[in-house]
């Protein structure tokens, strides 16, 4: 598979994950970070917050205030100009005294308001609740106070419109935004570049750091006149302990946000068209389908150095952080995780890649080793038995016949008797001579080929040691002579092992030819071993006999394939490729 191809499927694999939403919690964690990076930004539209904080509270009572000290705020908003006001607190249930809603009824028509309503459990499920209808019939509009449906732990974005009572009510701010606009507010589309559905909220400051005064100074007149002129201004909760208060937004640098102070940046955001803009699944996808050209291609070749590809993973992590960092400055959220995931992805697997070149290369070198010194002891082998036929065994011959000659020559008896012996010694030498030069090549395997001398070696076997081996070549084709030799010895050596290691009593061996591959196999019933990667050679003292066999047929363009569990026996499979050996 080429290193592009690889790293195309990486980029797809990491661009499906992301789009599945399975990264999604990591790549917050990586939004935080950015938030932390950044300095807070300054607020582009006229947006303040009237907190009911602990000093309203010390002056005013605890919560829930008489509804026209509301009125009383409403209407001092309208003094100092406030051009929309947004109240955060639930008026679903009338006050004790009817008077106290007529107040606030009346105070609602002196400036455009926005109210609250918001879902609450029923025994069916969820049921939404609004204002009291006096309020609700006074109100400019009503907006959810609830950022998502979803109840978020952690809140990083805001659903526009939300489904509510049976009709489809804008989020709190946004309605705010609507009146200030005098329109409805409409999200930009969603196209193949950035992603549509949930707004996600760009915190201009942390917690804490919006534009704000206490709805005591207001209500005691302490605010300068028209200080609150053409703003937009949002009514709510801020004092320890109060609901409402303990939103966990992006932005944690100054701990959980007021609910208030969380509508106050998304306003922001609304009325000055700056939500985080966010890479759509298919922008991730085409994303990194183009960093697999570079650096996904650079990184999963295993032909360059652990350095080279280590130089190519953090360049690209430090050019890929800056941007985003960057970008985030420009209010643009770049997919941070997925991209770091796969050029990681691409690394590991160009060491992966390294290692498998290297073993490779390796393997090659030994089968080219093996090769040699098959070639260099068939030579020998051949060499040893042409020097003992035309040298040695001739000579030996040549000294029994003078031997025999001269005995008819002495008449000594005790002289005739030693040359007798002499010749006799020169018989077994020659004997000698003709055993050597058949292990070297035996005749059987000369003349009849591997499927005869496998028997008469079997038999040379059980008759030395005991086992019991038996052959079957029904199906073998015969192969070229020098192949046949080769498995010959393979099928020697593996007998020897077994019999000096494997503590066996039966030897199976059999020829076969299948798939375009002649094989041999042989097993035994001994003790067996631990056997070790399959595609490395078998090393140790206790498997020189399997790594001799290794390499030969390695040499010989074949594999051996190792099969045993120590007490289960053992199992060696030798094969050969047909077409590469009588090419």
Not at 308 to 336: M, Y
Not at 572 to 582: D, I, S, V
Request: aromatic share 8%; net charge negative.
């Amino acid at each position: 598979m080429s290193t592009l191809r690889t790293a195309l499927i990486f980029a797809a694999i990491w661009g499906l994950l992301a789009a599945c939403g399975l990264l999604e919690p990591l790549e917050r964690l990586t939004l935080q970070a950015r938030y932390f990076a950044r300095p807070a930004l300054a607020w582009h539209a006229p947006v303040s917050v009237v907190a009911i904080d602990e000093r309203a509270l010390k002056a005013y009572g605890q919560m829930p205030w008489n509804r026209t000290v509301f009125a009383r705020l409403l209407q001092d908003l309208h003094a100092q100009g406030a051009s929309v006001v947004g109240i955060d607190v639930a008026f679903n249930e009338p006050a004790h005294e009817p008077a106290q809603d007529r107040a606030l009824a009346s105070a609602l028509a002196a400036v455009p308001t926005v109210l609250p309503t918001f879902l609450a459990p029923t025994g069916g499920g969820l049921a939404g609740i609004e204002p009291l209808p006096i309020f609700k019939a006074r109100a400019a509009a009503l907006g959810s106070i609830q950022p998502a449906t979803t109840f978020q732990p952690q809140d990083f974005e805001v659903e526009p419109y939300q489904q509510a009572a049976g009709r489809l009510v804008p989020a709190f701010a946004i309605a705010v935004a609507g009146l200030v606009r005098h329109d409805a507010w409409r999200p930009a589309p969603s196209g193949w570049l950035w992603r549509g559905g949930p707004l996600y909220i760009d915190f201009r400051t942390p917690a804490g750091g919006a534009p704000t005064v206490s709805a005591a100074d207001v209500l005691a007149g302490r605010l300068a006149p028209h200080a609150l002129a053409g703003r937009a201004v949002l009514v709510g909760a801020t004092a320890t302990g109060l609901p409402d208060t303990n939103f966990t937004p992006a932005d944690v640098r100054g701990g959980p946000m007021a609910g208030v102070e969380l509508w106050a940046n998304v306003l922001d955001d609304a009325l000055a068209d700056g939500f985080l803009r966010r890479l759509s699944p298919l922008a991730v996808w085409l994303l990194l389908g183009v960093l697999a050209f570079v650096p996904g291609r650079p990184l999963c070749t295993g032909r360059s150095s652990s350095v080279t590809r280590t130089r190519w993973l953090v360049g690209a992590l430090l050019v890929w952080a800056v941007a985003a960092i960057a970008a985030f400055d420009l209010s643009i959220w770049l997919e941070v995780v997925p991209v770091f995931g796969f050029l990681g992805t691409c690394y590991l697997w160009g060491l992966f890649a390294e290692h498998r070149d290297l073993l490779t290369s390796r393997n090659q070198l030994l089968a080219r080793y093996a090769a040699d010194m098959a070639d260099e002891a068939r030579r020998q082998r051949a060499r040893l038995d042409g020097e003992l036929h035309d040298g040695i065994q001739q000579l030996l011959f040549v000294v029994a016949r003078e031997t025999r000659l001269v005995q008819r020559l002495v008449t000594d008896a005790s002289l005739r008797e030693r040359l007798e012996m002499l010749e006799r010694l020169a018989g077994s030498a020659q004997d000698e001579v003709i055993r050597v030069r058949a292990d070297l090549v035996p005749p059987a395997l000369r003349e009849g080929g591997l499927a005869d001398a496998l028997p008469t070696l079997a038999h040379e076997v059980s008759q030395r040691t005991g086992l019991t081996v038996a052959i079957d070549t029904d199906g073998w084709e015969p192969m070229p002579r020098e192949t046949e030799v080769e498995l010959y010895w393979m099928v020697k050596e593996a007998l020897h092992n077994v019999e000096k290691h494997a503590a066996a009593t039966r030897v199976d061996i059999r020829l076969t030819h299948e798939h375009g591959q002649a094989a041999i196999e042989v097993a035994d019933d001994g003790r067996g071993f631990v056997a070790s990667d399959p595609s490395l050679a078998p090393s140790g003292t206790a498997h020189t006999g399997l790594h001799r066999m290794w390499l030969r047929m390695r040499g010989n363009d074949g594999d051996l394939a190792i099969d045993t569990t120590p007490g289960g026996g053992t199992r060696l499979r030798f094969t050969l490729g047909l077409e590469r050996r009588t090419a």
